[in-house]
């Protein structure tokens, strides 16, 4: 199966507590890290991707299978 490839500015949603959250792609990362106390367990293999929340601002880091590329309605 083929790895999806995001870029940063990407328009993504994810699941999070049951609900589709919507956000953008603000990178990737390639490698062991820390973020928000939490070790990313991430190489360029295996790249994972931070993402910030349009409703909340927040920021996360998921593995690319969690994210989907945001569908843009009305638009050609």
């Known amino acids: 199966m083929a ?4 870029s940063k500015g ?20 390639e490698q062991r890290t820390q973020r928000d ?11 994972q991707y931070e993402v910030r929340s349009d409703k909340t601002g927040r920021k996360a880091v998921h593995r690319p ?6 569908k843009n309605r009305g638009r050609s």
């Open 3 to 6: 790895k999806k490839k995001l």
């Open 10 to 29: 990407d328009d993504v949603v994810w699941r999070s507590h049951g609900q589709d959250v919507e956000g953008t792609v603000t990178g990737k990362i």
């Open 37 to 47: 106390g939490r070790t990313v367990d991430a190489s360029e293999n295996e790249p």
């Open 65 to 70: 299978e969690s994210l989907d590329r945001k």
